[in-house]
Nanobody, 126 residues
Framework: QVQLVESGGGLVEAGTSLRLSCAVSGRTVNSLTVGWFRQVPGKEREFVAARRRNGGATLYDDNVKGRFTLSRDNAKNTVYLQMNSLSPEDTAVYYC???????????????????WGQGTQVTASS
C-alpha cells in the first residue's frame, strides 16, 4: 500500500519561498508518477506540477512555471516542490498524489491518481 505524507506548509509573506516535501512509502518514488495539486475552499482542485515515473518528463501549470520546481530524491524516496516568489493567489491546501500507468495526457487530471496525501496548508500573505 502506497502512503504519501506531505510536510513543509506554513504562513509566509508574499514574495518569499517554501519547500514542500512528500515522503512516499510502499513503492519506490521512481516507479510512480508523482504530482502536486492544490485546492482552495469552494473551488475545484487544480494541477500544479508532476513528474512522470522512470525518469519521465516534468510538467508544470502555466501559473507556476518559472517559480515552482519539482524535484525527487530517490535515496529518501521523497518528492519536493520548491515554491519561490509566492503570491496570495498561491494560497491553498497542497496535496501530493501518486499513481502508476498514468498516460501523458492524464497527468494533469487528479482522477488519474490512485494515492493521495492528507494535504498541507500554504498561505502567502500580502
Amino acid at each position: 500500500q502506497v502512503q504519501l505524507v506531505e510536510s513543509g506548509g506554513g504562513l509566509v509573506e508574499a514574495g518569499t519561498s517554501l519547500r514542500l516535501s512528500c515522503a512516499v512509502s510502499g513503492r519506490t518514488v521512481n516507479s510512480l508518477t508523482v504530482g502536486w495539486f492544490r485546492q482552495v475552499p469552494g473551488k475545484e482542485r487544480e494541477f500544479v506540477a508532476a513528474r512522470r515515473r522512470n525518469g519521465g518528463a516534468t510538467l508544470y501549470d502555466d501559473n507556476v512555471k518559472g517559480r515552482f520546481t519539482l524535484s525527487r530524491d530517490n535515496a529518501k524516496n521523497t518528492v519536493y516542490l520548491q515554491m519561490n516568489s509566492l503570491s496570495p493567489e498561491d494560497t491553498a491546501v497542497y496535496y501530493c498524489a501518486a499513481g502508476s500507468g498514468i498516460i501523458l495526457s492524464s497527468v494533469r487530471d487528479g482522477a488519474a491518481y490512485d494515492y493521495w496525501g492528507q494535504g498541507t496548508q500554504v498561505t502567502a500573505s500580502s
